[in-house]
């Protein structure tokens, strides 16, 4: 006969699952990133956000909302630039 211990296997379980539930936010990068630089001289250029989603659509093959591209600029403090 087997020695199963179910407080033992939830206090396992219950552990395992707090460590699946944590994220780390730090980590996370967006896509944007790799564009940062170019992004950047577009809009000191006189880009509006709509004309950069639509130059990451055309000429980098990546799809993303205004929105998005809008946040993403004023996060990195590049939305005002002009």
């Given at each position: 006969?087997?020695?199963?211990?179910?407080?033992?296997?939830?206090?396992?379980?219950?552990?395992?699952?707090?460590?699946?539930?944590?994220?780390?936010?730090?980590?996370?990068?967006?896509?944007?990133?790799?564009?940062?630089?170019?992004?950047?001289r577009?809009?000191?250029?006189?880009?509006?956000?709509?004309?950069i989603?639509?130059?990451?659509?055309e000429?980098?093959?990546?799809?993303?909302?205004?929105?998005?591209?809008h946040?993403?600029?004023?996060?990195?403090?590049?939305?005002?630039?002009?």
């Amino acid at each position: 006969m087997t020695n199963f211990d179910p407080d033992k296997e939830v206090a396992e379980l219950k552990k395992d699952s707090e460590l699946r539930r944590k994220r780390s936010y730090s980590q996370r990068k967006s896509k944007l990133d790799k564009y940062h630089a170019e992004m950047e001289r577009l809009r000191q250029k006189g880009s509006t956000i709509a004309e950069i989603t639509r130059w990451l659509s055309e000429k980098k093959r990546f799809t993303v909302a205004e929105s998005t591209v809008h946040r993403w600029l004023k996060s990195k403090d590049i939305h005002g630039k002009i």
